[in-house]
C-alpha cells in the first residue's frame, strides 16, 4: 500500500508494479516508489486533485530534502573532521610511543650507569680492604723475622762463647748474653703470635630484592587524566590580597592518580559583583601529577572559583569562595568566647572547628564550637597516648602532633586519639630532646620542634628521622635560649619565639638566620595568619601583641594572665588564647 500525498488516502500498488521493485532497498527503492506516487496521483481516484495544491506539497518536500542535505552535510563535516582528529591522534601515539622509548632507553642506561659505578666502588673497597689487610698482615711477619734473627744472633753468640772461650771469657760475657736473649724472649711473649687480621672478606649483595624490584620497575599509562575523575583541594574563606594556593591532582578515568605532568590546567576568580571582575592564576606543574595554583584576590564579597583541566572542569569546580577584607586587628579588644580548662598550656584548631587544648593535667581536652567538653585523650605516665606535662601541639589534618615535655619525646596520635608513633628521648645527641616544648608541620610534612632545655631547634620527617639542628647557643644575633612556640610565616620562614631571649629569631628551612623581631616579655605562643601577622603570647607580659609582616607592633590584647599558646581558626582566623594564669581559653574574633 502507498499514501497519496495529497489526501493521504492509501491506495494499492498497480498489479505487477511490486516485482518490478529493486531488490536493494536504498535509492534506487525511493525513486522507483516515487515513480508509483506519481501513477497514484494521475490515477482516476485522484485525478481531482488540484495542481496547485500538489506544487505547495512538493515545495514542502522541497524544503525538508534541502534541510536534510544541510543536516548531512554538517554530519559529514563533522566526521570528516573527527576523521582528521583520530589521523592526529594515531600520529601522537607515535610521537608519544617514540618519547616513551627514548625515557625508557634513557632510563635504563642511567640505572646500567649507576650500576657501573657501583661495581667499581665495590671493586675498589675490595682491593683497599685487601691491601689493608696484606700490609698489616705483611707488617707483623717482618717482627716476627726481626725477632727469629734477634734470637738467631744471641743464641749463636751464646754457642761460641761455650764452644772457643776461656773459663775467664765465659765469666766475663757470660751475664751479657743470657740478658739480652731474655728481653727478647720477655718481648715475644708479650705480644701476640695469632695473624693480625684475619682472612675473610665477606660480600653482601643482596639482590634478590633488588630483582625483584627490578622486575617491577617503571610503568606504562595509556589513560590520560580524566578532568572528572581530577580534583582541587581548596579553602572556602581566603583574604583580600592574601597569596591563595589551590591544589589539584591528576588521576584517570580509573580514579588511578596520574604521575605525570604536562596537562593544560588553568584556574580562575571570578567576582560574583563588581561587574565579574576575574583574576587569573599562576599554574606551577610539579610534574608529578600534581599542580599548584596561586590566585590573589583583590576585591571582597562572593567569588567562584573555576579550575580546568583541557578546558574541563575538575571535581569541586566551580566553588564558591568568601572574600573578605584584610583584618582589622584594632578590633581584638573582648574575648567573645570564654572556655573553663585547668591548666590550658597550648590550644589548637581541627579544620573541623574543634578546639584542642593541652593541658598541664598530663591530657589533651577537646572543645566543641560551642565551648562544650566532648573528649579527654591520654593521661599521666610514660606509655602510648600518655603525658607529663605536655607542652606543645600542633594539628595536620586528622593528625595530632604532641610535645611531650616531661617525657622528651613527640607524640603521633590521630585526631580521636589513638596512638600512631613516637620519637626522641632525654639527651643532647642528634633526634634527642631536653624537654620539648613546641611542635609545627609544614607543607612537605616535615617537622619541628623547639628543644628548650639544650636550646635548639630539630627538623624531622613526618616518621621521626631526625634532618636538621639549628643551634641557638653561642653568641650574635642568631643565638637564642629557651625556644618555645613556633610558627611558619607565608615564605615558609620558621619563626622562635625565644623565652628567655624575649625576642622573636627568623629562619630558613634550612636554618639560616634570616632576622629577629618584637620585644616581647617573656613570649611562649605564636601563630602567624596567611598575611604574615604574628600573634605573640607574652606568659610574663600578660598580653598578646600582634606584629605586621615588616616586624613593627600594631597592636596589644591586654588583661591576660599567664598566655601559653595562641591559635588561629583555619575556617574564619579567629584568634585564640591559652589563658593559662586564669584557667581559661579566650576566642576574639577579627
Excluded at 142 to 170: C, K, N, P, W
Excluded at 222 to 248: D, F, L, M
Excluded at 335 to 341: F, L
Amino acid at each position: 500500500m502507498f499514501q497519496c500525498p495529497i489526501c493521504e488516502q492509501n491506495t494499492s500498488i498497480p498489479v505487477g508494479g511490486a516485482s518490478g521493485l529493486p531488490q536493494n532497498i536504498h535509492l534506487g527503492f525511493e525513486v522507483e516508489v516515487a515513480g508509483y506516487m506519481s501513477k497514484i496521483v494521475n490515477n482516476s481516484i485522484h485525478k481531482s486533485h488540484a495542481v496547485k495544491k500538489v506544487s505547495t506539497v512538493a515545495k514542502t518536500h522541497q524544503m525538508e530534502i534541502s534541510r536534510a542535505l544541510e543536516d548531512a552535510k554538517e554530519v559529514v563535516t563533522k566526521l570528516t573532521g573527527a576523521i582528521d582528529g583520530n589521523n592526529r591522534m594515531i600520529e601522537e601515539v607515535e610521537v608519544s610511543k617514540r618519547n616513551a622509548f627514548l625515557a625508557i632507553n634513557q632510563a635504563f642506561e642511567i640505572l646500567q650507569q649507576t650500576l657501573e659505578e657501583r661495581r667499581k666502588t665495590l671493586l675498589s673497597d675490595l682491593e683497599a680492604i685487601s691491601l689493608s689487610k696484606t700490609t698489616a698482615l705483611t707488617l707483623q711477619k717482618e717482627q716476627f723475622e726481626r725477632m727469629v734473627e734477634d734470637i738467631g744472633h744471641y743464641t749463636d753468640m751464646a754457642s761460641q762463647i761455650l764452644q772457643t772461650h776461656t773459663d775467664h771469657e765465659i765469666v766475663a760475657l757470660g751475664g751479657l748474653i743470657p740478658t739480652e736473649l731474655q728481653a727478647t724472649l720477655k718481648t715475644v711473649q708479650t705480644i701476640s703470635l695469632t695473624p693480625n687480621q684475619h682472612s675473610n672478606i665477606t660480600v653482601s649483595v643482596k639482590t634478590d630484592d633488588l630483582i625483584k624490584q627490578l622486575s617491577k620497575l617503571g610503568n606504562l599509562f595509556q589513560n590520560y587524566p580524566s578532568p572528572s575523575s581530577s580534583a582541587c583541594t581548596s579553602t572556602s574563606v581566603v583574604k583580600v590580597g592574601t597569596r591563595y594556593h589551590v591544589k589539584v591532582q591528576s588521576k584517570t578515568s580509573k580514579g588511578e592518580e596520574y604521575p605525570h605532568g604536562g596537562v593544560e590546567v588553568k584556574g580562575e576568580m571570578r567576582s560574583k559583583t563588581h561587574n565579574g571582575a576575574v583574576v587569573y592564576g599562576e599554574v606551577e606543574d610539579h610534574r608529578d601529577g600534581t599542580y599548584t595554583i596561586t590566585l590573589t584576590p583583590q576585591t571582597a564579597g562572593p567569588h567562584q572559583l573555576l579550575i580546568t583541566m583541557d578546558g574541563q572542569h575538575v571535581q569541586n569546580s566551580p566553588n564558591d569562595l568568601d572574600v573578605r577584607p584584610k583584618r582589622d586587628y584594632h578590633t581584638l579588644c573582648n574575648a567573645q568566647q570564654v572556655i573553663q580548662c585547668n591548666r590550658p598550656s597550648c590550644v589548637a584548631i581541627h579544620d573541623n572547628g574543634d578546639i584542642y587544648v593541652v593541658s598541664y593535667d598530663h591530657c589533651i581536652y577537646v572543645f566543641d564550637q560551642t565551648g562544650q567538653l566532648k573528649n579527654t585523650i591520654g593521661s599521666s605516665g610514660r606509655g602510648d597516648s600518655q603525658f607529663s606535662s605536655p607542652c606543645g601541639m600542633s594539628i595536620k589534618g586528622d593528625v595530632l602532633y604532641v610535645a611531650d615535655y616531661g617525657n622528651h619525646r613527640v607524640q603521633k596520635l590521630t585526631s580521636s586519639g589513638k596512638f600512631l608513633h613516637k620519637f626522641g628521648q632525654r639527651g643532647s645527641g642528634q633526634g634527642q630532646f631536653n624537654g620539648p616544648a613546641g611542635v609545627i608541620s609544614d607543607s612537605n610534612n616535615k617537622l619541628i620542634v623547639s628543644d628548650l632545655g639544650n636550646h635548639r631547634i630539630q627538623m624531622f620527617n613526618e616518621n621521626g628521622g631526625w634532618l636538621l639542628t639549628i643551634h641557638g647557643n653561642g653568641s650574635g644575633n642568631h643565638s637564642f635560649q629557651s625556644p618555645r612556640g613556633l610558627a611558619l610565616d607565608p615564605q615558609g620562614n620558621i619563626h622562635v619565639a625565644t623565652h628567655s631571649s624575649d625576642t622573636i629569631k627568623v629562619f630558613t628551612k634550612e636554618g639560616v638566620y634570616v632576622r629577629m623581631y618584637g620585644d616581647p616579655n617573656g613570649p611562649i605562643g605564636l601563630a602567624i595568619d596567611g598575611e604574615g601577622y604574628s600573634h605573640v603570647s607574652e606568659y610574663s607580659g600578660h598580653c598578646l601583641s600582634i606584629y605586621d609582616p615588616e616586624g613593627n607592633k600594631i597592636h596589644t590584647v591586654r588583661n591576660l594572665k599567664n598566655p601559653c599558646s595562641t591559635a588561629l581558626d583555619p575556617r574564619d582566623g579567629s584568634v585564640f588564647i591559652a589563658n593559662n594564669g586564669a584557667n581559661t581559653v579566650l576566642k576574639y574574633c577579627v
